[in-house]
C-alpha cells in the first residue's frame, strides 16, 4: 500500500467517524428528550417532522441563529479558545477506537481503526486528561463567579475520578498485556468479557466514566440551582453548542471505552460456530459494537433520569474513599487470577 | 535480569527498615493505642537494624547489578544511622509529648528518612543515590515542619523546602551532563569514563553541579543559608537527627563517588574545590558562632565548621583521610545527638530556656546534665581524650599527608577559635549566678539516651585505633 | 527533508515560541496555558525520539495533572506579587538574564563539541522498540524494581508529609 492510498483512505475513515459522530450526538439528543419523556411519562418533541425526528436540525438552527454574547469582564481569546479545546478532546479520542474487525476491500486489508496504536488507552487517558482545560478556562476566562466555581468543581472532580478511571483500566490491561484496544478486544473472545471477569473494575470504571462526562448524578459543575449553567453560563449561541455538542461526543466516547475494554468490543460470542460468510461475520460485528455502544448509552440516559445529584462532599467522599479503594481492590484481584491462571 | 531474594538479602537493613515503616502505618490504622506502641516499636526496629549491620559487616556484596552493595563500609554507615535514630526516639520520647506534636507519625517519617539515608550510604549508582536523597530530604522537610503550633518551624519547614529543591535542581543537573557524557548512572562506569578521558569536560561540570547540590545538604559554607534557620526552626530532636545522620548520608555518598576519582592520575580538579569549600566553611562556622546566644543557632553553625572538617578529609584524596571522615561522622553524630537532646531536655513548652543566659547556674540546679553538656562541649570542641579529638586528629593528619599543610593549618585555628564559644557554655553553667530557675520537664527515656551517647562518646575516644583500622580496612 | 526533520522543526518552534510566550505573558493564566503548549511540544519531540511511552506519560502527568494544579493556584490565589518582587529588587532581573545566557551558552557549546556516544541500537527496529510501554515496563519491573519500590516509599512519605502538615484536626 503507498503513501497516498493510505492517506485517501485515513481521510475517507476520518470524514465517516466525524459524520457519524456528528449525526449521532444530535440524534443522541433527541434520543434523550424522548426517552426522558417516556421515564416522566410525557410525549418528548413530536412537532418538527415526523415524531419530531427533525428536531435536532431546529435545535441547530436556533443555535445558529443566536447572538454570539462574549462578556465584557472576560478574557476574550481564552473565552474563544475553550470551547474549542474541549471539542477538540471530544473529537480526537475516537482515533483509537476500532469500530470493527480489519476489512478486505479491493484486495486492501483495512483496519477499522483510524489510528491503531500502541498505546492508544494511554492517548484516550491522555487527552481526557487534557479535557478538563477546556473546562477550567472557561470557567476562568468567563469572568463570572458561576462560571470559575463551575470550572474548579469540575476539574477536582475530573482529577479526582481520573485516578480510580487509570486504576479499573490497569487490571484490563493486565489481562490483555497490551495497551492497544484491538489487542484489549482481542482478549475477550467468547463470553471472556472484562466485564464478567472483574466486575469490580467494570463498576469504577462506569462510575468514573460518568463523573468524567460530567453527567447526572455527577453533574456538579453545571448545577443549575447552585450555579446558574456552571462553566458555560457565560455562553452563548454556536460556543454554547460547540459545548453541548463535546458533551455528548464524550458520552459516546465513554460508551465506546466502556464496550471496548469491558464488553468485548466488536465481537459476537461465538460467531465463528454459526456458519456465516465472512462478509455476515463482519457485518454482524460491526453492528454488535454499535448496538453496545447504542445500549450503554441508553443506561447513561436512564441513570441520568433516574438518580438525583449528590452533594459536593458526597461525590468527593465517593471518589476518594469508595471508588478508589474499590479499584485497587479490583487490580489486586485480577493480578492473582493472571498468576494463577498462568 | 529479575532480582533474586539473595539480592534482597544483601541489603537487608533497608529491607528491614521499609518493612517496619509499612508495619507502623498498618498498626497506626488499627491498633488503638498506636500512640505508645509505635515509639516503642521504631527503637526496637533501630535498634535490630544497627545490631544486624555489625554483626552482617564482613560480608561485602554488590546487590541488584551494582545498584546497591551491601556489608563492609555501608553497614557501619547503618550502624551511625540506626543507632543514632535509636538515641534520637529516646530523646523524643517525652520531648514530642510535651510539645504535643503529631506522635506515630513523627516516628513513621524518622524511619522513612532513615531508609532514604540507607539507600544513599549503600548506593553505587546516580540513580540510587537520587531516589535516597529525595526520601531523606522529603521526611526532613516535613519533620522540620511538624510542629504546625510554632510559627519558627513552619519558617523552617518552607525554608529548608525551598532551598533544598533547588540544591536538588542542581544535583539532578549534574546528573543529566554525568549521564550524557558517559551513558551510564554507575559508579564504576563513570569512574572508567573518566581514565579514558571522553567527554571530560561535561563529567567535569556535571560532577561539580553535584557537588554543590550536595554541599547545600552537609551544609558547607556558600550554601549554608539554611542551616541556621532551620536548626532553630525545626523542633530539637529533628535539629538533632538532621545535623547528624543526615549529613552523614550525604558525606557517605560523596566519599563512595570522589575517592575512586582521586586515584585517576592527571585528574585533580576536586581537591582544590573541595578545600576550599573545607576552609570557608571552617572558618565561617566558627567565627560566626561566637556572635550566637541561642543555643541551637549556636549548634548550627558549629555544625557548618564540623563540615568544614569533614570536608579535609575527603579534600585529600586518600584512604586514610575517608576512613577519617567517616570515625569523625561516628563521633560527631553522638556528641552532637546528646547536645542537642541535652537542649531538647531543657527546653520549655513554648520555645523557651534555649538562650545562653538561661543556661547560667545550670550546675547547681542539675549536675548531672550540666557534667553530661560539659562532656558534649568539650568533644564537640576537640578535646582529648574525647571522640571529636581524634576525629579531627584523623583529618588532620591526613591532610598533611596529601601535602595539604595549608588547610590542616587552618583547621587548627578554627578549631581553636571554635573552643571559645563551646567553653563559653562551659562557663556559663558553671561560674556564673542563675538569676532565675529554670523550669525542666524531666524524662528518664531523655536521660538514658543521652548517658548512652555520652558513653559512645568516650567509649569511641578511648579506642579511637580499632575503629579507624576497621574503616580503612573495608575502605582499601 | 525527510519527514521526521520537517515535524521535528515544527515541535521544536512550537515549543520555542511558547517557552518564550510563557515567560512574557502579565497574566500568569496565559503563562501556565503556553506551559502547557510547551509541554505538548516537547512530547511531540519525545515521540521523535521514540519515546512513546515518556510522550504520553509526559501529556498525562505534566500537562494533565500537574498544571491542573498550577491553575488552580493561579486561579484561587490570584497571585500578583511576582510583578513587585521584580520592582523592588531590580538586580534579580540582571541576575536572571545572567543565568538564561550561561545556560545558552552550555547548550551551545554542548551541540558542538559533545561526542554521541555509541549506546543507541543502529537497528531502527529495535531503536523503536526501546521506548514502548512493554519494554520499559518490563525494564522497570525487573532490572530496575528496587529504585520503583523505593520511588513508592518517597511517595508515601511525602503523602504522609501533606497529611500531618494539612490536617486540620488530630485527636
Redesign the interface.
Known amino acids: 500500500m503507498d503513501l497516498w492510498t493510505i492517506i485517501i483512505i485515513s481521510i475517507i475513515k476520518i470524514l465517516f467517524v466525524v459524520t457519524i459522530t456528528l449525526l449521532t450526538v444530535s440524534y443522541l439528543v433527541y434520543f434523550e428528550r424522548k426517552i426522558s419523556a417516556w421515564v416522566q411519562d410525557r410525549i418528548g418533541p413530536n412537532r418538527v417532522g415526523w415524531y419530531g425526528l427533525l428536531q435536532p436540525f431546529a435545535d441547530v438552527f436556533k443555535l445558529f441563529l443566536k447572538e454570539d454574547i462574549v462578556p465584557d469582564a472576560s478574557?476574550k481569546s481564552?473565552h474563544t479558545l475553550a470551547p474549542i479545546i474541549t471539542l477538540f478532546v471530544a473529537f480526537s479520542t475516537y482515533a483509537v477506537l476500532p469500530w470493527g474487525p480489519p476489512v478486505n476491500i479491493f484486495g486492501y486489508e483495512i483496519p477499522l481503526v483510524l489510528a491503531d496504536v500502541?498505546?492508544g488507552i494511554?492517548?484516550v487517558?491522555?487527552l481526557t486528561?487534557?479535557g478538563?482545560?477546556g473546562i477550567?478556562?472557561s470557567g476562568?476566562a468567563s469572568g463570572s463567579k458561576y462560571s470559575?466555581l463551575g470550572?474548579?468543581r469540575s476539574?477536582?472532580q475530573m482529577?479526582s475520578y481520573?485516578i480510580s478511571m487509570g486504576f479499573s483500566v490497569a487490571g484490563v490491561l493486565l489481562i490483555s498485556?497490551?495497551?492497544r484496544p484491538a489487542a484489549i478486544i482481542e482478549s475477550q473472545s467468547g463470553w471472556m468479557w472484562n466485564a464478567f471477569i472483574q466486575p469490580i473494575g467494570f463498576i469504577t470504571f462506569l462510575v468514573s466514566a460518568f463523573a468524567e462526562t460530567n453527567r447526572l448524578p455527577f453533574d456538579l459543575p453545571e448545577a443549575e440551582p447552585e450555579l446558574v449553567g456552571g462553566y458555560h453560563t457565560e455562553y452563548s449561541s454556536m460556543k454554547f453548542a460547540a459545548f453541548f455538542l463535546a458533551e455528548y461526543a464524550n458520552m459516546i466516547i465513554s460508551s465506546g471505552l466502556i464496550v471496548t475494554l469491558y464488553l468485548g468490543g466488536w465481537q459476537v460470542p461465538y460467531i465463528e460456530t454459526f456458519g456465516l460468510s465472512s462478509g455476515w461475520v463482519t457485518m454482524m460485528q460491526i453492528g454488535a459494537f454499535f448496538f453496545k455502544v447504542g445500549a450503554v448509552l441508553f443506561f447513561f440516559i436512564w441513570v441520568r433520569w433516574s438518580i438525583p445529584r449528590f452533594k459536593y462532599n458526597q461525590l468527593m467522599n465517593l471518589g476518594w474513599k469508595v471508588m478508589f479503594p474499590l479499584a485497587l481492590v479490583n487490580l489486586v484481584w485480577v493480578a492473582i487470577l493472571v498468576m494463577l491462571l498462568n | 535480569m529479575i532480582p533474586s531474594l539473595q539480592d534482597l538479602f544483601n541489603i537487608l537493613p533497608p529491607v528491614i527498615i521499609g518493612a517496619g515503616i509499612l508495619i507502623a502505618l498498618t498498626l497506626e490504622m488499627f491498633v488503638k493505642p498506636a500512640k505508645k506502641i509505635i515509639p516503642h516499636f521504631a527503637f526496637l526496629v533501630f535498634l535490630f537494624t544497627a545490631y544486624y549491620s555489625l554483626m552482617t559487616m564482613d560480608k561485602e556484596t554488590y546487590s541488584l547489578n551494582t545498584l546497591m552493595s551491601g556489608g563492609g563500609l555501608t553497614n557501619i554507615l547503618y550502624f551511625i544511622f540506626t543507632f543514632g535514630s535509636a538515641i534520637v526516639v529516646l530523646i523524643s520520647y517525652d520531648f514530642i509529648r510535651k510539645k504535643d506534636i503529631v506522635s506515630s507519625e513523627y516516628y513513621i517519617l524518622l524511619m522513612s528518612a532513615v531508609l532514604g539515608m540507607m539507600i544513599m550510604a549503600s548506593a553505587k549508582d546516580f540513580l540510587m543515590v537520587f531516589l535516597g536523597l529525595e526520601q531523606m530530604s522529603v521526611c526532613f522537610y516535613i519533620l522540620a515542619g511538624i510542629n504546625r503550633r510554632n510559627l519558627l518551624s513552619n519558617e523552617a519547614s518552607l525554608k529548608y523546602f525551598l532551598l533544598g529543591a533547588f540544591a536538588t535542581g542542581f544535583i539532578v543537573y549534574g546528573i543529566a551532563f554525568i549521564y550524557g557524557a558517559s551513558g551510564s548512572l554507575s559508579y564504576l562506569v563513570i569512574t572508567n569514563a573518566i581514565v579514558t578521558g571522553q567527554n571530560i569536560t561535561f563529567l567535569t561540570i556535571g560532577l561539580l553541579l553535584f557537588i554543590i547540590g550536595f554541599s547545600f545538604k552537609i551544609a558547607a559554607f556558600p550554601f549554608h543559608m539554611w542551616v541556621p534557620d532551620v536548626y532553630q526552626g525545626a523542633p530539637t530532636t529533628v535539629s538533632a537527627f538532621m545535623s547528624t545522620t543526615g549529613k552523614t548520608a550525604a558525606f557517605a555518598v560523596l566519599i563512595a563517588l570522589l575517592l575512586p576519582l582521586f586515584t585517576v592520575g592527571n585528574y585533580q580538579i576536586f581537591g582544590p574545590v573541595l578545600s576550599l569549600l573545607a576552609a570557608l566553611s571552617m572558618i565561617y562556622g566558627s567565627i560566626v558562632a561566637i556572635a550566637q546566644k541561642d543555643i541551637k543557632r549556636m549548634l548550627a553553625y558549629s555544625s557548618i565548621a564540623h563540615a568544614g572538617y569533614m570536608l579535609i578529609g575527603i579534600a585529600a584524596g586518600i584512604p586514610a583521610g575517608s576512613a577519617g571522615v567517616i570515625y569523625y561522622l561516628l563521633a560527631y553524630t553522638f556528641m552532637n545527638i546528646g547536645a542537642f537532646g541535652i537542649v531538647a531536655y531543657l527546653e520549655g513548652v513554648e520555645e523557651t530556656n534555649l538562650h545562653i543566659e538561661d543556661y547560667a547556674g545550670l550546675a547547681n540546679q542539675k549536675p548531672v546534665l550540666a557534667a553530661l553538656l560539659s562532656l558534649f562541649m568539650f568533644a564537640l570542641a576537640g578535646i582529648p581524650p574525647l571522640a571529636g579529638f581524634f576525629g579531627k586528629y584523623y583529618v588532620f593528619v591526613a591532610a598533611i599527608k596529601a601535602g595539604l599543610v595549608w588547610l590542616a593549618l587552618v583547621g587548627i585555628v578554627s578549631s581553636a577559635i571554635s573552643v571559645y564559644f563551646y567553653l563559653r557554655l562551659v562557663v556559663y553553667m558553671y561560674f556564673r549566678e542563675n538569676s532565675k530557675t529554670i523550669t525542666v520537664f524531666d524524662s528518664s527515656y531523655s536521660m538514658l539516651g543521652i548517658i548512652i551517647a555520652a558513653l559512645l562518646v568516650i567509649i569511641v575516644g578511648v579506642f579511637p585505633n580499632t575503629v579507624v583500622e576497621l574503616i580503612t580496612h573495608f575502605i582499601s | 527533508m525527510t519527514l521526521e526533520i520537517i515535524l521535528f522543526i515544527l515541535f521544536a518552534l512550537i515549543g520555542a515560541a511558547s517557552g518564550v510566550l510563557m515567560i512574557t505573558r502579565k497574566?500568569p493564566?496565559?503563562s501556565a496555558?503556553f506551559l502547557?503548549l510547551n509541554f505538548a511540544a516537547l512530547a511531540g519531540v519525545y515521540l521523535l525520539l521514540n519515546a512513546?511511552?515518556i510522550a504520553?506519560?509526559q501529556?498525562?502527568v505534566y500537562?494533565?495533572?500537574i498544571m491542573?494544579l498550577f491553575?488552580?493556584v493561579i486561579?484561587?490565589l490570584r497571585p500578583d506579587a511576582e510583578i513587585s518582587i521584580l520592582r523592588t529588587n531590580p538586580l534579580l532581573k540582571y541576575v536572571a538574564i545572567g543565568v538564561g545566557v550561561l545556560v545558552f551558552a552550555q547548550l551551545i557549546y554542548l551541540i558542538f563539541f559533545f561526542k554521541p556516544l555509541n549506546i543507541t541500537p543502529s537497528d531502527v527496529a529495535e531503536r523503536i522498540q526501546i521506548g514502548?510501554?512493554?519494554n520499559i515496563g518490563t525494564e522497570i519491573y525487573t532490572k530496575y524494581i528496587i529504585p520503583v519500590q523505593v520511588a513508592g516509599f518517597l511517595l508515601l512519605s511525602a503523602t504522609i508529609g501533606a497529611l500531618v502538615l494539612a490536617k486540620k484536626k488530630f485527636e
Open positions: 478574557i481564552i500502541n498505546s494511554l492517548i487517558l491522555a486528561s487534557l478538563v482545560y477550567t478556562f476562568w470559575l470550572g474548579v476539574s477536582a482529577i481520573e498485556e497490551s495497551l | 497574566n493564566v496565559m496555558l502547557i512513546q511511552f504520553v506519560v501529556i498525562i500537562a494533565g495533572a491542573v491553575l488552580f486561579m484561587l514502548t510501554v512493554e
